[in-house]
């Protein structure tokens, strides 16, 4: 079946820095998503992609985020500089139409 | 925030059906029902979904009212595996395909 990769599975970085995370969605979807899970906490909507740019981002999703889909395979995520309140699980999605996402498993980014 | 309500918990004996309702009385008429589930902190996964027909796949059955105001969703014979996480979620065209994640109803498959 497949699926939606994305890597690092966990990533530390310091305060301050800039980290990119990565996902593989399915070849043939067409709308890519990203979502953040701050522990314990709720599966967060973040922004969401079609035809090359952002079509809705919520208010989370400020100008230290930001998305790329580089070479018509990869979909990333960077933030610019990290705050202790980014550490989360992020998670990658995509998806064909109104049928049901497919979810990564997520990248754990720890904020030190 | 989420337009779908469900129980935060629920328990079921490893082998029966387990049946997670959820209230959705706000839904408009091009809004489907999304189910997913999350079992630790994975990604969520994709059960089923529907806009008013009841829908059946390998992993579950979706019933919703014919008023659309609620759905239950059935794990036919549940497995220690099935516990986790479960989210029912209103989204269409409105939303523009994204998701709202509530608190979802903890289900507990015990042996």
């Known amino acids: 079946e497949p699926e939606v990769t994305q890597t690092p599975s966990h990533q530390v970085t310091q305060m301050g820095q800039e980290v990119i995370l990565r996902c593989v969605p399915i070849s043939n979807h067409l709308y890519f998503y990203w979502y953040r899970q701050i522990l314990g906490q709720k599966v967060e909507f973040l922004v969401s992609f079609y035809n090359n740019e952002i079509s809705e981002k919520s208010e989370i999703f400020d100008d230290q985020f930001s998305v790329e889909r580089p070479d018509g395979s990869n979909f990333t995520l960077k933030i610019r500089s990290t705050k202790l309140e980014d550490s989360a699980m992020y998670f990658c999605?995509?998806?064909?139409?109104?049928?049901?996402?497919?979810f990564g498993s997520g990248t754990r980014l720890t904020v030190v | 925030d989420a337009k779908t309500t469900q129980p935060p918990s629920m328990d079921c004996a490893e082998g029966r059906a387990a049946n997670l309702p959820c209230n959705h009385s706000?839904?408009?008429?091009?809004?489907?029902v999304y189910w997913y589930r999350q079992i630790h902190s994975q990604g969520p996964q994709y059960i089923i979904h529907?806009?008013?027909n009841n829908e059946t796949n390998e992993m579950a059955s979706l019933i919703i009212t014919e008023d659309r105001k609620s759905s239950t969703l059935i794990l036919p014979h549940a497995t220690l595996r099935d516990t986790a996480v479960y989210y029912c979620i209103v989204s269409g065209y409105n939303q523009g395909g994204k998701l709202i994640f509530g608190q979802g109803t903890e289900l507990s498959v015990k042996p």
């Open positions: 529907g806009l008013k």
């Open positions: 999605a995509s998806s064909s139409d109104w049928d049901g996402y497919t």
């Open positions: 706000t839904i408009s008429g091009n809004e489907y």
